[in-house]
């Protein structure tokens, strides 16, 4: 096994072992990814400021993330696909992030259902929403997450229309994987990958059988998204899930102060400053130059956590001092997940810890609560 020393190198691995398709829904961007590499570069740009002389022993990562005791400002995002990576992916997933002390989120759209998981963890996990036409879905969907004991609700707001990913659309990316040439070459590829999502427990989306016709023989993602998202999707259907829910709600997608300042008001407990990692608007601004505007919008009367580009601790450390309270990382978790099973995504979570402990050390940081602009260099 080679030595695992950064995100790069989980990355590196799982882009050998996972089928291409699924490999590159999880690493590409929509259009001309202007906006992926917007995020990545933006975050490289910002430089910390070192200290010395500063008495740097007994360091402490741990805060709070609406209301929940975390061991790092760090939940994994709710992604797609996950249990396509690995066979059974959100359970491994969520089991690792539980025994790290950090929040996993489900997605709507995952692999395993939300009783798979619910059945894989001890503690609550969060549930990601997406508000489909069928509002009966929608409030079923809810209510199955109360009934998992989910202790928070994320609602993603920025993906009423999917934006288009050329490279699911030339990898004819489908779920279940569909055998065709191109898959058939995949996997004679990538062996290893085909058999370990074989002895999965499912192999299309676990929230969706049974409820919607057909989700066992799904064609294109891009093409069910299409026609089962609500499109008017607004502030008031906010309110509604708000009202069904009647737990924490965390509201995902914000990139504007316009919205923010909405969000602050509606009742939620937290908003994720985001673009969809790169996957939605392309050409929009990079999350980490959107998250100054959405903290002095919102002046404090909700929690920001910060999405989009983090590879490493010291992208975390960048957004803390930007003034999000915590961040979600999704690829970061899917590349160690796609190398190593639940191994990786330890491994992952445990590079972020390292490098997020050091930078604050050098930076002079004793207390990740303390992140200000102050461990920043002036641009
Ligand atoms: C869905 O959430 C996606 O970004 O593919």
Redesign the pocket.
Known sequence: MPVVTCIEDLRELAKRRVARAIFE?VDCGSYAEQTLRANRADLEAIALRQRVGIDVDRRSMRTTMAGQEVAMPVALA????TGLNWADGEMLAARAAERFGVPFTL?T?SICSIEDVAGAVTKPYWFQL?VMRDRGFAASLIERAKQAKCSALVL?LD?QI?GQ?HR?LKNGLAVPPKLTLATAFDILRKPGWALNVLKGKRKSFGNLEGRIPDAKSLTT?SQW?AGQFDPTLSWKDVEWVKNLWGGKLVLKGILDAEDAKIAASSGADAIVVSN??G??LDSTISSIRALPEVVDAVGGRIEVWFDGGIRSGQDVLKALALGARATMIGRAFLYGLGAMGEAGVTRALEIIRNELDVSMALCGLRDVKDASRSILRAP
Do not use: F, V, W
Request: glycine share 10%; no cysteine.
């Open positions: 829904y709710p992604t797609g696909l997605s759209m997406y993603t993906l999917q990913r699911d993602l998204i969809h990692g996957r939605q």
